[in-house]
């Protein structure tokens, strides 16, 4: 007796060989059977024209606090993710424990658009790693993995000093221990940021901006002694280009991990191929040396929201990131001063703020969302429309918004996209030197709802615009993510794997809208979208959605580094 049968679907099984009608059979959470599946199920679902897909797998994501109170990872599993990894760009909660507790959350608060309000909702009884994972076994619905972050290893051993301050030999020392210990217990490995943007609650370079080249290759090195590990990074090249010496940085500490390094986020743009070729030569060059260095990129156009209230971006303009340490009340008295309004103004039109200063054209964003009854008139308009018809400079237009919806406007830069970006895209998404990822899911709430990353390229990509077949983009999907992190029988369908599976239906799948829901712990709010045409997702062969709503089962498994993951060695990158 089968626990499920998924009948008369065709099935698309990640691998990227041509899709086949198949029955497929699932018994104690496994593939058991494909092809005419004749034995009786429990449970039946009926696939008549619909894809049978494996589970997706986001390899970047911060759902490393929402677990903790929404153990879905909604809305992830709406766009057909059933493997998650969390602890990415340098920032985990574990190992650090409460005494740092405080710190931590205004940093996630900061740095990735996390409320205050809901990270005050951990109880935060973990020393260790280990005692963190703990915590999650048994009680989540996705398969979940973390990397362990530089900037929380940093904390734990300088406390303090971590921010700002070249560690000592004997702190050193000491990090490779916290890090070989949090290995053991099951992180997947390492993730650290060097990127000028990453800022702490006071406004200061997290830990890990602090961090030496020779700190670097010291936990680099801790990385290779442990099997089924990876390495996760960000330099400021990544968004400004990168340097020969980032270039020699990233190969060199693949090779001292002896694992793949992937690096966050490759931005695709038909207006600059040669941009986006010199990033990708980071990996040609790495692979000379006998390194893997790998670019997650987005499968969409990344379309930001810009607020007031948690303030990032904004926070990066210069003479900005002192107002946003200020409550939101004082912040609005401060947004309110004409005086203020002109040093701000000022401020973002400068030199010193290179590309975010593009932001300042005012006059360009357009207003996404509002919520002040006065203000409800201006949604969907530009702050140019605004200023003409109010007979005000666009600052001012668009402070006064802003005050009067208590700073929780939400802004959207204008973003061309051509068919050409299309294009270009889906060969960025079949290069070898590239793996689809980076959404950022679960964190900046306020800014976007990165799990839209799936079913924007299924259905923009791949339904709307046949740019490459659904046999190509469910394996980018899938198996190609999966490889590069060594994930034990996961990102295919096939018999003695997991059963994750997703059943879609391809005339209909794509997302929704973004909109404002305020579901998180203390009444915070996040940005949330729907899946559309995601009929069925399966984890570990229990239902988890069905018709677009979350079932309440929670069969996810916390995955562990060694257990879980095989060593995917440096010089052998992804499979494709």
Same mark, same amino acid.
């Given at each position: 007796?089968?626990?499920?049968?998924?009948?008369?679907?065709?099935?698309? !099984? $990640? =691998?990227? /060989?041509?899709?086949?009608?198949?029955? %497929? @059979?699932?018994?104690?959470? #496994?593939? *058991?059977? +494909?092809? &005419?599946?004749?034995?009786?199920?429990?449970?039946?679902?009926?696939?008549?024209?619909?894809?049978?897909?494996?589970?997706?797998?986001?390899?970047?994501?911060?759902?490393?606090?929402?677990?903790?109170?929404?153990?879905?990872?909604?809305?992830?599993?709406?766009?057909?993710?059933?493997?998650?990894?969390?602890?990415?760009?340098?920032?985990?909660?574990?190992?650090?424990?409460?005494?740092?507790?405080?710190?931590?959350?205004?940093?996630?608060?900061?740095?990735?658009?996390?409320?205050?309000?809901?990270?005050?909702?951990?109880?935060?009884?973990?020393?260790?790693?280990?005692?963190?994972?703990?915590?999650? !076994? $048994? =009680?989540? /619905?996705?398969?979940?993995?973390?990397? %362990? @972050?530089?900037?929380?290893? #940093?904390? *734990?051993? +300088?406390? &303090?000093?971590?921010?700002?301050?070249?560690?000592?030999?004997?702190?050193?020392?000491?990090?490779?221990?916290?890090?070989?210990?949090?290995?053991?217990?099951?992180?997947?490995?390492?993730?650290?940021?060097?990127?000028?943007?990453?800022?702490?609650?006071?406004?200061?370079?997290?830990?890990?901006?602090?961090?030496?080249?020779?700190?670097?290759?010291?936990?680099?090195?801790?990385?290779?002694?442990?099997?089924?590990?990876?390495?996760?990074?960000?330099?400021?090249?990544?968004?400004?280009?990168?340097?020969?010496?980032?270039?020699?940085?990233?190969?060199?500490?693949?090779?001292?991990?002896?694992?793949?390094?992937?690096?966050?986020?490759?931005?695709?743009?038909?207006?600059?191929?040669?941009?986006?070729?010199?990033?990708?030569?980071?990996?040609?060059?790495?692979?000379?040396?006998?390194?893997?260095?790998?670019?997650?990129?987005?499968?969409?156009?990344?379309?930001?929201?810009?607020?007031?209230?948690?303030?990032?971006?904004?926070?990066?303009?210069?003479?900005?990131?002192?107002?946003?340490?200020?409550?939101?009340?004082?912040?609005?008295?401060?947004?309110?001063?004409?005086?203020?309004?002109?040093?701000?103004?000022?401020?973002?039109?400068?030199?010193?703020?290179?590309?975010?200063?593009?932001?300042?054209?005012?006059?360009?964003?357009?207003?996404?969302?509002?919520?002040?009854?006065?203000?409800?008139?201006?949604?969907?308009?530009?702050?140019?429309?605004?200023?003409?018809?109010?007979?005000?400079?666009?600052?001012?237009?668009?402070?006064?918004?802003?005050?009067?919806?208590?700073?929780?406007?939400?802004?959207?830069?204008?973003?061309?996209?051509?068919?050409?970006?299309?294009?270009?895209?889906?060969?960025?998404?079949?290069?070898?030197?590239?793996?689809?990822?980076?959404?950022?899911?679960?964190?900046?709430?306020?800014?976007?709802?990165?799990?839209?990353?799936?079913?924007?390229?299924?259905?923009?990509?791949?339904?709307?615009?046949?740019?490459?077949?659904?046999?190509?983009?469910?394996?980018?999907?899938?198996?190609?993510?999966?490889?590069?992190?060594?994930?034990?029988?996961?990102?295919?369908?096939?018999?003695?794997?997991?059963?994750?599976?997703?059943?879609?239906?391809?005339?209909?799948?794509?997302?929704?809208?973004?909109?404002?829901?305020?579901?998180?712990?203390?009444?915070?709010?996040?940005?949330?979208?729907?899946?559309?045409?995601?009929?069925?997702?399966?984890?570990?062969?229990?239902?988890?959605?069905?018709?677009?709503?979350?079932?309440?089962?929670?069969?996810?498994?916390?995955?562990?580094?060694?257990?879980?993951?095989?060593?995917?060695?440096?010089?052998?990158?992804?499979?494709?």
């Amino acid at each position: 007796m089968l626990d499920l049968v998924i009948r008369g679907g065709t099935v698309v !099984d $990640g =691998s990227g /060989a041509p899709a086949r009608r198949a029955d %497929v @059979g699932v018994r104690d959470g #496994r593939v *058991v059977a +494909m092809g &005419e599946v004749d034995e009786p199920a429990t449970t039946v679902v009926d696939a008549d024209g619909l894809l049978v897909a494996p589970g997706f797998v986001d390899l970047h994501t911060h759902y490393d606090a929402q677990l903790s109170w929404d153990p879905t990872a909604s809305p992830s599993p709406l766009h057909g993710v059933t493997t998650v990894i969390g602890g990415n760009c340098g920032f985990s909660l574990a190992p650090a424990g409460a005494e740092h507790a405080r710190y931590l959350a205004r940093m996630m608060a900061r740095v990735e658009g996390m409320p205050i309000a809901a990270l005050e909702h951990l109880d935060w009884s973990w020393d260790s790693f280990g005692q963190w994972l703990a915590k999650l !076994d $048994g =009680s989540i /619905a996705v398969n979940a993995g973390f990397l %362990v @972050g530089h900037s929380a290893v #940093r904390r *734990v051993v +300088m406390g &303090e000093d971590a921010v700002g301050h070249v560690a000592s030999e004997e702190q050193v020392r000491a990090m490779t221990e916290v890090l070989a210990r949090s290995l053991e217990e099951g992180a997947l490995g390492l993730s650290t940021s060097q990127a000028q943007t990453h800022n702490d609650g006071d406004g200061m370079p997290v830990p890990s901006r602090a961090a030496s080249r020779d700190e670097l290759e010291a936990l680099c090195a801790v990385v290779s002694r442990h099997p089924g590990t990876t390495l996760e990074l960000i330099v400021p090249g990544c968004i400004n280009g990168f340097s020969e010496d980032e270039v020699d940085l990233m190969a060199t500490l693949s090779l001292l991990a002896d694992r793949p390094a992937n690096w966050n986020v490759l931005g695709v743009s038909a207006l600059n191929p040669d941009g986006l070729e010199h990033q990708l030569e980071a990996s040609t060059s790495a692979a000379t040396r006998g390194a893997t260095v790998v670019a997650l990129t987005l499968p969409h156009t990344m379309k930001l929201r810009l607020s007031f209230e948690p303030g990032a971006i904004l926070d990066s303009l210069p003479g900005w990131s002192e107002m946003f340490t200020l409550p939101v009340p004082e912040r609005m008295k401060v947004l309110s001063d004409p005086a203020e309004r002109a040093r701000l103004d000022a401020g973002a039109k400068s030199k010193e703020a290179g590309i975010i200063g593009a932001l300042a054209r005012w006059e360009n964003l357009v207003i996404d969302e509002t919520f002040a009854p006065g203000n409800a008139a201006y949604e969907g308009r530009s702050v140019r429309d605004v200023a003409r018809e109010t007979g005000q400079e666009p600052f001012d237009a668009l402070l006064d918004v802003v005050v009067a919806d208590k700073l929780r406007t939400g802004l959207r830069p204008p973003i061309g996209e051509s068919e050409a970006d299309w294009e270009l895209r889906a060969k960025v998404w079949q290069d070898p030197r590239t793996v689809v990822g980076g959404s950022d899911a679960g964190a900046h709430l306020d800014m976007m709802c990165g799990a839209i990353y799936s079913t924007s390229m299924l259905g923009d990509g791949v339904r709307a615009r046949n740019l490459v077949s659904w046999e190509e983009a469910i394996c980018q999907l899938t198996d190609v993510p999966a490889r590069l992190y060594g994930l034990r029988e996961r990102g295919r369908l096939a018999e003695g794997f997991w059963a994750d599976i997703v059943v879609l239906d391809p005339e209909r799948v794509g997302h929704g809208p973004e909109r404002t829901r305020d579901d998180l712990p203390g009444g915070a709010s996040r940005l949330y979208a729907e899946g559309i045409g995601i009929e069925h997702v399966i984890v570990n062969g229990e239902e988890i959605v069905r018709g677009g709503s979350f079932t309440g089962s929670l069969p996810g498994a916390v995955l562990r580094s060694g257990a879980d993951t095989e060593t995917v060695r440096a010089g052998a990158g992804a499979a494709r």
